[in-house]
């Protein structure tokens, strides 16, 4: 019967599950949390460096640069390119020792497969044809062998095959024609202890040679649960002779290098840090001591071939750069590339972008040039969307900030340019063809599509960023800002939390708004409290202190207990006056009885009054959110919805920008921190990912409560604009859509009004959905919905007694694991646990008998 209810609701609830037009980028891979694997470890486009070589002679060096390999002597201004694949992009060479040529990654939208150049004819030789991953390619000394990572012939269909995989070490030897006999290096293993944000199943990356040849140096979690793992050694002619270097925390790019005497080993870590500096141990993993100091990444780090030099890959000045340091005294030689040397002549590019008054504003862009590769200003950082639609798009949208006016160079041809100024602005697309032989000024008018301001005055909020997450780039306030500027977005709320050990942003809290706020944007720094078992949490507008440990039930650690739970983290929030809101939520459609795990405390919160608001338009599915929070809604809580992007906005490939998902708040125009927590925990607010919704009923506004002394029509408004064709636009009372509104022509403007008939009371909201994904909008599917407006009527809402069933029966769930853990510091612990779990499952089986 309740599996029979749950459907029946499901269908009233959840609009309709996203059809599979969108995909993540490199879907083949199966490693969950890709957010994380996709940024730290594999090779992303950056405008700066991102991975280097020696040459033999010590003199030159061999990069990755924007999406091409570059040669640079060390010392000299011009950087001389080497290969710029049409649609596609290289990194992570690694000369041979005689250097005649370089082997490297490609990556053309579908897969990363492995290359070579020969130095001395340009000719380019793929290597690897099987559609997986394979990156981090080295040769070994004597240029007879290749070791790398793949994902080829692992996972779901098993060995052999072309399938999703986990990514391995492999082995093969290398010649004139290529490779021969590739083979794993190390069998697959299935760990034996749990993982979260790793794959069951053992890997092995990062891998380097011994001086010798006879060692392969990487980076294994056998038996870890976080972090990428130790460093280890395995021996190539028998590799069960593997042995443990090093044990640390690592964050998949540790990237062990012996030195050329075989006997130190150099590597990136930020043991005790923030930041990843470089650090010397040895083969036999002595105690580490540290080569580097500073708040910045070092990473990517090669020795020269005489030891005496050390290249390596920074993030001190925010975009990437590479740097060559002298090993003994610690001398820096920054290499820049003044002068390029192209393969090809290039054609120059300004965009002039103003507002609807003409004024000079930044702006979100993306250039596609006529070879097929992003492209964007000298310094730019260049980002990179999550997911694409493979019938629309070859690879992944990349996309910049243009601090107007910008300006760029691109092969000759048509460059498709796409402009976007956050929500409340029409996106501009045109197709210009540049010349070498005269530069082209693009002017850019923004036309702004602002709902009417009878429905409130709002300011755009993300309630969910993080400044700094381990990234490629190095992230401030004052770039955050531009970040911002360039987004239209008003207030970002920085949630620092942990990434494993460390907590990148710590050092900026604060209660008060940061100093780097202004001409238009607000930051506030918040936090993200993490605990995998319960469901994270949104901690803003903290009055006194971060609160710590920022995280629980971390299993293997010191800190496994489950204590505190969710609902003993909200009460230390509020007694800062903080606000604790559900970050996102929901996947899929969560059916208590059915699902193999059930932990999120969500429900229990709820019935204890201590949730403020929901990220209904998160970094979850939509659609699938909303659906439980109907239910709750129906049973009397008034739950506001906010919206947060979960954005890193220091990676290169992340789910983004800032703003992506945010909330509108009814400030009356304000924007002190006062005014958007008090709209936000009265639920003046709409979410969205794009369109705009205004939405009156009775003459109230989400968040107010209509009052009726009967059943009967009441008047309602509406008003909807959005940067992006949208599919359906509806009201919705108690988890029923009541109206559909047409929406015809290019379905992103629509303003109505009428009467609807009401006979119960209970909640009503505006909500705009489409089925499925739309490359304007960089999320699953565009999805907006105001927070309710409440309706007390005589006789009350209708029944809810199934809603309450159902969140009985997710509480028994819930309240099972509870109980069978055994990892508790104390009895109170889990006695104060199981007492509190135990109370909202009586308060929901109250509720289903109706009482």
Same mark, same amino acid.
């Given at each position: 019967?309740?599996?029979?209810l749950?459907?029946a609701?499901?269908?009233?609830?959840?609009?309709?599950?996203?059809t599979a037009?969108?995909?993540?980028?490199?879907?083949?891979?199966?490693?969950?949390?890709s957010?994380y694997?996709r940024?730290?470890?594999?090779?992303?486009?950056?405008?700066?460096?991102?991975?280097?070589?020696?040459?033999?002679?010590?003199?030159?060096?061999?990069?990755?640069m924007?999406?091409?390999?570059?040669?640079?002597?060390?010392?000299a201004?011009?950087?001389?390119?080497?290969?710029?694949?049409?649609?596609?992009?290289?990194y992570?060479p690694?000369?041979?020792r005689?250097g005649?040529?370089?082997?490297f990654?490609?990556? =053309?939208?579908?897969?990363? &497969?492995?290359?070579?150049?020969?130095?001395?004819s340009?000719?380019?030789?793929?290597l690897?044809?099987?559609?997986?991953?394979?990156?981090?390619p080295?040769?070994s000394?004597d240029?007879a062998?290749?070791?790398?990572?793949?994902?080829?012939?692992?996972?779901t269909?098993?060995?052999g $095959?072309?399938?999703?995989?986990?990514?391995?070490?492999?082995?093969?030897?290398?010649?004139?024609?290529?490779?021969?006999?590739?083979?794993?290096?190390i069998?697959?293993r299935?760990?034996?202890?749990?993982?979260?944000?790793y794959?069951?199943?053992?890997?092995?990356?990062?891998?380097?040679?011994?001086p010798?040849?006879?060692?392969?140096?990487?980076?294994?979690?056998? *038996?870890?649960?976080?972090?990428?793992?130790?460093?280890?050694?395995?021996?190539v002619?028998?590799?069960?002779?593997?042995?443990?270097?090093?044990?640390?925390?690592t964050?998949?790019?540790?990237?062990?290098?012996?030195?050329?005497?075989g006997?130190?080993?150099?590597?990136?870590?930020?043991?005790?840090r923030?930041?990843?500096?470089?650090?010397?141990?040895?083969?036999?993993g002595?105690?580490?001591?540290? /080569?580097s100091?500073?708040?910045?990444?070092?990473?990517?780090?090669?020795?020269?071939?005489?030891g005496?030099?050390i290249a390596?890959v920074?993030?001190?000045?925010?975009?990437?750069?590479?740097?060559?340091? *002298?090993?003994?005294?610690g001398?820096?030689?920054?290499?820049?590339?003044? $002068?390029?040397?192209?393969?090809?002549?290039?054609?120059?590019? !300004?965009?002039?972008?103003?507002? &609807?008054?003409?004024?000079s504003?930044?702006a979100?862009?993306?250039v596609?040039?006529?070879?097929?590769?992003?492209?964007?200003?000298?310094?730019?950082?260049? @980002?990179?969307?999550?997911?694409?639609?493979?019938?629309?798009?070859? !690879? *992944?949208?990349?996309?910049?900030h243009c601090a107007?006016?910008?300006t760029? &160079?691109?092969?000759?041809?048509?460059?498709?340019i796409?402009?976007?100024?956050?929500?409340?602005?029409?996106?501009?697309?045109?197709?210009v063809?540049?010349?070498?032989?005269?530069?082209?000024?693009?002017?850019?008018?923004?036309?702004?599509?602002?709902?009417?301001?009878?429905f409130g005055?709002?300011?755009?909020?993300d309630?969910?960023?993080?400044?700094?997450y381990?990234?490629?780039y190095?992230?401030?306030? *004052?770039?955050?800002?531009?970040?911002?500027?360039?987004?239209?977005? =008003?207030?970002?709320?920085n949630?620092?939390?942990?990434?494993?050990?460390?907590?990148?942003?710590?050092?900026?809290?604060?209660?008060?708004?940061? #100093?780097?706020s202004g001409?238009?944007?607000?930051?506030?720094?918040?936090q993200?409290?993490?605990?995998?078992?319960?469901? @994270?949490?949104?901690?803003?507008?903290?009055?006194d202190h971060?609160? $710590?440990?920022d995280?629980?039930?971390?299993?293997?650690?010191?800190?496994?207990?489950?204590y505190? @739970?969710?609902?003993?983290?909200?009460?230390?929030a509020?007694?800062?006056?903080?606000?604790?809101?559900?970050?996102?939520?929901?996947?899929?459609?969560?059916?208590p009885?059915?699902?193999?795990?059930? $932990?999120?405390?969500?429900?229990?919160d709820?019935a204890a009054?201590?949730?403020? +608001?929901?990220?209904?338009?998160?970094?979850? =599915?939509?659609k699938?959110t909303?659906?439980v929070? +109907?239910r709750?809604?129906?049973l009397?809580?008034?739950?506001?919805?906010?919206?947060?992007?979960?954005?890193?906005?220091?990676?290169?490939?992340?789910r983004?920008?800032?703003?992506?998902?945010?909330?509108?708040l009814? !400030?009356?125009g304000?924007r002190?921190p006062?005014?958007?927590?008090?709209?936000?925990?009265?639920?003046?607010t709409?979410?969205?990912?794009g369109?705009?919704?205004?939405f009156?009923?009775?003459?109230?506004?989400?968040?107010?409560?209509?009052?009726?002394?009967?059943?009967g029509?009441?008047?309602?408004?509406?008003?909807?604009?959005?940067?992006?064709?949208?599919?359906?636009?509806?009201?919705?009372?108690?988890?029923?859509?009541v109206?559909?509104?047409?929406?015809?022509?290019?379905?992103?403007?629509?303003?109505?009004?009428?009467s609807?008939?009401?006979?119960?009371g209970?909640?009503?909201?505006?909500?705009?959905?489409?089925?499925?994904?739309?490359?304007?909008v960089?999320?699953?599917? #565009?999805?907006?919905?105001?927070?309710?407006i409440?309706?007390?009527?005589?006789?009350g809402?209708?029944?809810?007694?199934?809603?309450?069933?159902?969140f009985?029966a997710?509480?028994?769930r819930v309240?099972?694991?509870?109980?069978?853990? =055994?990892?508790?510091?104390?009895?109170?612990?889990?006695?104060?646990?199981?007492?509190? /779990?135990?109370?909202?499952?009586?308060? +929901?089986r109250? /509720?289903?008998?109706?009482?």
């Amino acid at each position: 019967m309740m599996r029979a209810l749950f459907l029946a609701l499901a269908l009233i609830a959840l609009p309709g599950a996203a059809t599979a037009e969108r995909a993540a980028v490199l879907r083949q891979v199966d490693v969950p949390h890709s957010y994380y694997w996709r940024e730290l470890y594999l090779p992303q486009l950056t405008n700066g460096p991102s991975s280097v070589a020696f040459m033999p002679d010590g003199m030159s060096l061999i990069y990755s640069m924007a999406g091409s390999l570059w040669r640079q002597r060390i010392g000299a201004d011009e950087a001389i390119e080497l290969t710029h694949p049409r649609g596609a992009y290289d990194y992570q060479p690694d000369v041979a020792r005689d250097g005649r040529s370089v082997v490297f990654t490609r990556y =053309d939208g579908a897969a990363m &497969e492995l290359w070579r150049l020969d130095l001395r004819s340009g000719r380019e030789q793929k290597l690897t044809t099987g559609g997986a991953v394979n990156v981090e390619p080295r040769l070994s000394p004597d240029g007879a062998r290749i070791v790398w990572v793949s994902t080829q012939g692992s996972g779901t269909q098993g060995a052999g $095959t072309q399938g999703i995989g986990r990514f391995n070490l492999f082995i093969a030897e290398i010649g004139p024609r290529g490779l021969s006999n590739p083979r794993l290096l190390i069998a697959e293993r299935r760990s034996e202890i749990p993982r979260y944000y790793y794959s069951p199943f053992d890997h092995a990356i990062n891998p380097s040679w011994s001086p010798d040849g006879a060692r392969v140096f990487y980076v294994g979690n056998r *038996e870890v649960a976080w972090g990428t793992g130790d460093i280890w050694s395995v021996a190539v002619a028998d590799p069960s002779d593997r042995r443990r270097v090093l044990s640390e925390e690592t964050s998949w790019s540790a990237r062990p290098e012996p030195a050329p005497d075989g006997r130190r080993l150099l590597y990136s870590s930020y043991h005790g840090r923030q930041w990843r500096q470089l650090w010397l141990t040895t083969a036999d993993g002595a105690a580490p001591l540290p /080569l580097s100091f500073g708040d910045f990444d070092r990473s990517a780090a090669r020795w020269s071939p005489d030891g005496e030099r050390i290249a390596y890959v920074s993030n001190e000045h925010g975009d990437t750069s590479l740097v060559v340091r *002298e090993t003994v005294g610690g001398e820096e030689i920054p290499i820049v590339a003044r $002068t390029r040397r192209t393969k090809s002549p290039l054609a120059r590019l !300004t965009l002039d972008i103003r507002d &609807e008054a003409g004024r000079s504003v930044p702006a979100r862009v993306s250039v596609l040039a006529a070879d097929g590769r992003a492209v964007a200003p000298e310094g730019a950082w260049m @980002h990179a969307d999550d997911g694409f639609d493979r019938e629309r798009q070859a !690879t *992944e949208t990349h996309y910049f900030h243009c601090a107007s006016p910008c300006t760029l &160079e691109a092969p000759a041809g048509a460059a498709a340019i796409w402009v976007q100024r956050g929500m409340r602005y029409a996106p501009w697309r045109r197709s210009v063809t540049l010349s070498r032989n005269r530069p082209a000024n693009v002017r850019v008018d923004l036309q702004r599509a602002e709902l009417p301001a009878s429905f409130g005055s709002f300011v755009s909020a993300d309630l969910h960023v993080h400044m700094n997450y381990g990234g490629a780039y190095r992230n401030t306030p *004052e770039n955050l800002a531009r970040q911002m500027r360039a987004e239209d977005l =008003d207030i970002v709320y920085n949630t620092i939390v942990n990434k494993e050990e460390r907590i990148p942003d710590i050092g900026y809290f604060r209660p008060d708004p940061d #100093p780097a706020s202004g001409e238009g944007a607000l930051i506030l720094q918040a936090q993200e409290y993490h605990t995998s078992l319960w469901g @994270h949490l949104g901690l803003l507008h903290l009055s006194d202190h971060f609160l $710590t440990p920022d995280f629980s039930s971390y299993r293997e650690t010191a800190l496994s207990s489950p204590y505190p @739970h969710n609902g003993a983290v909200a009460d230390l929030a509020h007694r800062q006056g903080g606000l604790v809101g559900y970050v996102h939520p929901f996947d899929w459609v969560i059916d208590p009885p059915n699902e193999a795990s059930l $932990t999120n405390m969500l429900p229990a919160d709820v019935a204890a009054g201590k949730v403020d +608001y929901i990220e209904i338009v998160g970094f979850a =599915d939509h659609k699938a959110t909303a659906a439980v929070w +109907y239910r709750l809604l129906n049973l009397g809580f008034r739950i506001p919805t906010g919206a947060g992007t979960d954005a890193m906005a220091n990676y290169a490939s992340l789910r983004g920008p800032v703003g992506m998902n945010r909330v509108f708040l009814d !400030t009356q125009g304000a924007r002190t921190p006062g005014a958007l927590r008090d709209a936000l925990k009265a639920g003046r607010t709409f979410a969205t990912n794009g369109p705009l919704l205004g939405f009156e009923l009775g003459g109230a506004h989400p968040g107010d409560v209509v009052r009726r002394d009967a059943a009967g029509a009441i008047p309602y408004r509406v008003a909807f604009r959005s940067p992006v064709p949208v599919d359906h636009l509806e009201l919705v009372h108690n988890g029923r859509v009541v109206r559909s509104f047409s929406l015809t022509g290019d379905r992103r403007m629509l303003d109505a009004e009428g009467s609807i008939a009401i006979d119960a009371g209970g909640w009503m909201l505006l909500r705009a959905w489409n089925d499925g994904a739309d490359p304007g909008v960089l999320d699953l599917y #565009p999805y907006a919905t105001t927070s309710p407006i409440y309706l007390e009527l005589p006789g009350g809402p209708a029944s809810a007694r199934e809603d309450a069933a159902y969140f009985a029966a997710w509480m028994e769930r819930v309240l099972a694991a509870a109980t069978a853990r =055994d990892d508790y510091n104390s009895a109170r612990e889990r006695d104060a646990t199981l007492a509190y /779990l135990r109370q909202a499952l009586e308060r +929901y089986r109250a /509720l289903a008998r109706g009482s």
